[in-house]
């Protein structure tokens, strides 16, 4: 079958525009990745016509011989619904996990993503510890979050804990908490190592100044994870515009009736006095 008839190709194209209409992705601000599962590669292979190898500029031996969906680098998510072709691609890794192939898509000479050192690290970690549920990779320019990195501490426990505190359900929906990346240049190995580092513990990963990387196992929870992180950081926006102290607010021992109510483990290096 084509590979757009695919519903994971649907899927991929459905959140790369509801991202765009969340605000999230200015010009050709943030990336999306998809790791394919092998019947989904067989579904679609007749609509292949791979290109040369090319480098990765990173070693993912752990995803050697996989197939990505992912986002061109300058290209527009809110171009994807109207022109996938030459937004987004599928590429193979060799038996290394050190070169790839675009075997679709990316037409007329686009790439992947700039951020594809991060994406494919990112995928190996997750990969490695979710025993193979985890698909997806997220980097969006989510505005308020990015606003919290100028008046925040760079931490992962202050930023774990203001975000829980805005909504009851965050301590349940990323109950492992978020990881903080200080400002570094993107687009790079260094970058992708140390969000993937984070990521061992975390399935966010805030990029300080830049945005937030999110990872999960489908479309609608990675999305839904991105969304339920960013309206905290908007409702944490407005509580400190309003004024800069809270007056009430959810207290750890709250949140350890709610990890027990809801069967999740909070743990308790952010749930300090
Ligand atoms: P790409 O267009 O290369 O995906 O880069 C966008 C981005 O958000 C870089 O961090
Ligand atoms: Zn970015």
Redesign the pocket.
Known sequence: MRLLDADFAKGFIRMCNDGWEQGWHER????LSYRVKPEEVEMVKEDFTPGDWQPTGIKVPGLAREYFLV?????YFRNVIINPEDSMGMIELDDTGERYRIVWGLADGGRP???LPTHLMNHEVKKMATGGAYRVIY?A?TPNIIALTFVLPLKDEVFTRELWEMATECPVVFPAGVGVVPWMV??GREIAIETSRLMKEYDVAIWAH??IFAAGVDFDSTFGLMHTVEKAAEILVKVLSIQKTKLQTIQPDDFRKLAKEFGVTLPEKFLYE
């Open positions: 050709n601000g943030g990336n986002t061109g680098s300058g290209k993503t700039s951020e980097h320019h993107p687009g830049h945005g």
